[in-house]
C-alpha cells in the first residue's frame, strides 16, 4: 500500500466515533483531568495533534518511517490448519506480531516520536506492562537519539525478565515500580509523577488510548494503520469481508488500531478482556464485560474503573501483564455504551489452551495478550458457518511469555532453568 494511498484513509479513519468533544470527552468518558503544572504540556500536544491529524505530509512522513523501518505493512495470514481443526468459520490473523519489536506498540511510539521531534524536546517518558510498550519506547529513543526512563511495575518485572533486558541494552533506564500491586496501574502513576516534575523537558510516550486529553484521540489515531491494512488485505487478497473482528482489550490500543478499520461496516467487533481466574476481586481485569467497572476518574481521565465504592482503585489479575490494568480506553467504554462494541472475557486457562492450540497448529507463537482475542475466537468460531470468516488481531508475538507459558505448562526443568538465568542477569553475572 503507498504511503499516498493510505494517508488518504488515514485522514478519515474513525470519523466521529474517534474524535471527542471540545472537552476531551467520548461521550461520558475522557476528558483531561491533570495537574496545573501538566496543563501546558497537554494544550501543547492537543494543538499539535490538531494540526497533524489532517496533514497528508505528516501521515506519509510517519507510514514511510513504518515501512523502512517497522516492516509494515504487517499480512493478513489465513490459518488453513485452525481452520480445519476448529469447524467453523474461516479464521484469518492480522499480523502484528511480525512488526520491529513484536508487538503493535512500535505504531504509536514511531508517531509520537515524529512529534517530540516538533515539540523540541529529548527526554521521553514511558509505562509498560507487558514491556512491548517499554522495548518500542526504548527503540524508538534509540533511533532518534532520546533519552528515555521507562517505568514498569515490580511484579511485571520479574515476569516479563526478556523485556527488561532488550530495553536496558538499548539504552533506557528501566525503572522498577514497588508500590500498589506493582503492576501497570502502578506503573502508569509513577510516570504520571516524573512528567509532572520535568514536564519542561519530558515528553510522555503513553502508551495506549487512556489518560488525558488528547493522548486518547492520539493512540487511537496513530494505531489506525492496522485497520486501514486489514481492510484492504481481507478485500484485495482474499475477496471476502469478515463477519467478526477480534481484539484483546487492556488498555484498549490494539484494539481501537483494528476495529476502527471495520467501523460501520457489517463486521460485528469484539473486545476481549482478561477473564484471569474467577470473578472476585482481584482475580480479574475485566471492566466492561463482567459489569464490574463503574464510572471514575483517575490518571487523568475519566472512564470505568476496577473500584470500591469509595474509588479506590481495586487490585487486577491477568495471566498477561499488559491486559493487567484497572481501567478501559474511554473511546472503548463509549462504544459499549453505544453497542458499537460487543465486550467478552477469556480465562487464563482458556488463553493457554488457545496460545498452545495456534503454537501447534500454525506455527505462529502469540502474545498472551493476543491470545485472549484468540480464545474468544476460537470459542465463537465454531458456532458460525464454513461460508463465513473471522479476523483476530494478534497484537503481539510470545517471546516475552517464555516464564509464563513454561510455569503454566508446568515444564518444571525449563521453568527452573529460565528462572536461573533471570536471576544471573539481575546479578549482573
Not at 40 to 55: G, M, R, S, Y
Request: proline residues 3%.
Amino acid at each position: 500500500m503507498s504511503p499516498a494511498k493510505t494517508a488518504a484513509f488515514g485522514r478519515k479513519s474513525g470519523g466521529a466515533a474517534l474524535l471527542p468533544n471540545a472537552l476531551g470527552f467520548f461521550g461520558k468518558y475522557g476528558g483531561c483531568y491533570a495537574p496545573e503544572i501538566l496543563m501546558p504540556n497537554l494544550l501543547e500536544l492537543a494543538a499539535l495533534f490538531d494540526q497533524v491529524k489532517d496533514d497528508p505530509e505528516f501521515w506519509n512522513e510517519y507510514l514511510t518511517e513504518l515501512q523502512q523501518f517497522s516492516g509494515r505493512p504487517t499480512p493478513v495470514t489465513f490459518a488453513a490448519n485452525l481452520t480445519r481443526h476448529l469447524g467453523g468459520a474461516r479464521v484469518y490473523i492480522k499480523r502484528e506480531d511480525l512488526g520491529q519489536t513484536g508487538a503493535h506498540k512500535i505504531n504509536n511510539v514511531i508517531g509520537q516520536g515524529l512529534l517530540v521531534r516538533r515539540l523540541g524536546k529529548q527526554r521521553v517518558i514511558a509505562e509498560t506492562g507487558a514491556g512491548q510498550h517499554g522495548v518500542a519506547t526504548a527503540t524508538m529513543a534509540a533511533r532518534f537519539g532520546l533519552d528515555a526512563c521507562i517505568y514498569m511495575g515490580a511484579e511485571d518485572v520479574e515476569r516479563q525478565r526478556p523485556n527488561v533486558f532488550w530495553m536496558q541494552r538499548l539504552g533506557a533506564k528501566v525503572v522498577a515500580v514497588q508500590d500498589g500491586a506493582r503492576t501497570l496501574k502502578d506503573a502508569i502513576n509513577e510516570a504520571m509523577r516524573d512528567w509532572a516534575g520535568n514536564f519542561s523537558s519530558s515528553h510522555y510516550v503513553l502508551g495506549t488510548a487512556c489518560g488525558p486529553h488528547p493522548f486518547p484521540a492520539l493512540v487511537a489515531w496513530l494505531q489506525s494503520v492496522i485497520g486501514i491494512e486489514a481492510k484492504e488485505q481481507m478485500h484485495s487478497w482474499y475477496g471476502t469481508e469478515p463477519q467478526r473482528v477480534y481484539a484483546c482489550v487492556g488498555g484498549g490500543s490494539n484494539a481501537l488500531g483494528i476495529l476502527q478499520g471495520f467501523l460501520g461496516t457489517e463486521a460485528e467487533l469484539v473486545g476481549v478482556e482478561a477473564g484471569g481466574r474467577g470473578t472476585g476481586v482481584g482475580e480479574h481485569a475485566s471492566r466492561i464485560a463482567g459489569d464490574a467497572g463503574t464510572p471514575g476518574i483517575a490518571q487523568g481521565y475519566k472512564t470505568l474503573f476496577l473500584q470500591n465504592a469509595d474509588g479506590q482503585m481495586m487490585d487486577t489479575h491477568s495471566v498477561a501483564a499488559g491486559l493487567d490494568y484497572v481501567g478501559v480506553s474511554p473511546i472503548i467504554a463509549d462504544w459499549a455504551d453505544r453497542k458499537l462494541i460487543r465486550m467478552t472475557s477469556a480465562s487464563d486457562d482458556e488463553v493457554l489452551a488457545a496460545a498452545g492450540l495456534l503454537m501447534r497448529t500454525e506455527g505462529i507463537i502469540p502474545a498472551l495478550e493476543s491470545s485472549h482475542a484468540l480464545a474468544a475466537a476460537f470459542r465463537e468460531a465454531k458456532t458460525m458457518r464454513g461460508d463465513e470468516a473471522i479476523l483476530i488481531n494478534l497484537s503481539g508475538r510470545g517471546d516475552k511469555d517464555i516464564f509464563t507459558i513454561a510455569q503454566a505448562f508446568k515444564d518444571e526443568s525449563w521453568g527452573d532453568f529460565l528462572q536461573q538465568k533471570a536471576a544471573q542477569i539481575r546479578a549482573g553475572q
